[in-house]
């Protein structure tokens, strides 16, 4: 099979759909693949890596998705990318379709057979794919939160950890899965006052045998969510829906009840975002303000970290690319029910029932497709 892996061109987009020790195995196993140059250049991998490994290195995007007959990236398809998928190709990315009916329809249209990373399941109910990504960015969150609350960022002027005889910051995570955890764990190490809101009773009980009582749990309910936001310094916005819309748990009342110079980070803004006030920012303009407080809704995250983020996510996704150039992306889903979870459009039908769901769309069964 030929593989193409083209140039990310989302903005501040460094990740690349495929290390050169990918490049390596999927050429031992017999397939070829197509790198557009200097593809992954920002995570600090040259051409020169990639033909070592076996890759062709090709001019332009447009000659890699002419030839390939499998499309591997990081991000959802902009549409300059759209307009060059075709029918019968089969495309392994992130998609995150329900906030973006947009991208589905233009995928929808171009007839390819369109695989998202982030509904990717394993046999525990995990998703392996969306994992590695969440932990990163549930580290950045406390990351680039701190930074937010720096005077000179329009922030409260506060040390996450204070110092002797100052009040440390009170950090407020809604959401205790991946990203959740990853937020929590490093907004301890830097000693803040932290608490996690969730739904899962058994998730909270996870959480507190795994850091004790020095981490706050908490049921999530509308009461907790406006007591604890109202005094929260970092709110970290992590909650999931596989493969749908973001459910709104932070409404505009509790955002004008947050303390002036605040903090929101929606980490689900790639799903539509976790806060009534939160909309879609870029690494090149990072934040905005909604009733004096700051909100950072960066739809890519880990994209600022690209060397890290490519070698997390390529380990991950290694094993499911092997699979579908092996075998074809149909036979590899017969025998795969986890990766046949990913299938979320197939010549033009949704196959993705949440998808479908949030966006109003006619939904196909996968069954119907296999």
Not at 321 to 348: I, M, S
């Amino acid at each position: 099979m030929r593989v193409g892996v083209p140039k990310e061109i989302k903005i501040r987009e460094y990740r690349v759909g495929l290390t050169p020790i990918s490049v390596r195995e999927l050429v031992v196993h017999g397939h070829q693949v197509l790198v557009e140059t200097q593809a992954g250049v920002g995570a600090g991998y040259r051409d020169e890596h990639y033909i070592a490994a076996g890759a062709t290195i090709i001019a332009t995007a447009r000659d890699v998705f002419d030839q390939a007959d499998m499309v591997v990236k990081v991000k959802e398809p902009l549409p300059a990318e759209i307009a060059m998928l075709r029918d019968g190709q089969t495309l392994f990315t992130y998609l995150h379709l329900a906030a973006d009916k947009q991208q589905t329809e233009g995928l929808m249209a171009s007839g390819c057979t369109a695989i998202a990373y982030e509904t990717v399941t394993d046999r525990l109910g995990g998703l392996p794919l969306l994992a590695p990504m969440s932990e990163v960015a549930g580290r950045m969150a406390v990351q680039v939160g701190a930074h937010c609350l720096e005077k000179e960022q329009g922030g409260r002027g506060m040390l996450l950890g204070g110092i002797p005889g100052v009040a440390v910051a009170d950090v407020v995570v809604i959401g205790g899965g991946t990203v959740g955890a990853n937020a929590a764990r490093m907004a301890m190490g830097l000693e803040a006052r932290v608490t996690v809101l969730d739904k899962s009773i058994p998730r909270l009980r996870e959480l507190e045998l795994q850091y004790g009582k020095t981490l706050n749990t908490i049921y999530s309910t509308v009461g907790a969510l406006e007591h604890y936001l109202a005094r929260a310094d970092l709110v970290i916005c992590a909650v999931l829906a596989p493969g749908a819309a973001a459910p709104k748990v932070v409404t505009r009342e509790m955002v004008k009840g947050m303390l002036p110079g605040s903090v929101i980070v929606d980490v689900a803004i790639d799903q539509g975002g976790a806060s009534e006030t939160s909309r879609p920012t870029t690494h090149d303009d990072p934040t905005y303000v909604v009733d004096d407080v700051i909100h950072y809704c960066v739809t890519n995250m880990p994209g600022a970290v690209p060397r890290t983020s490519t070698q997390g996510l390529c380990n991950a996704t290694l094993p499911f690319v092997t699979a579908l150039a092996d075998k074809g992306w149909r036979q590899a889903l017969k025998d795969d029910p986890h990766l046949a979870a990913g299938l979320n459009v197939h010549q033009g039908a949704i196959t993705y029932q949440a998808v479908a769901n949030d966006l109003n769309l006619a939904y196909r069964p996968l069954s119907d497709v296999l």
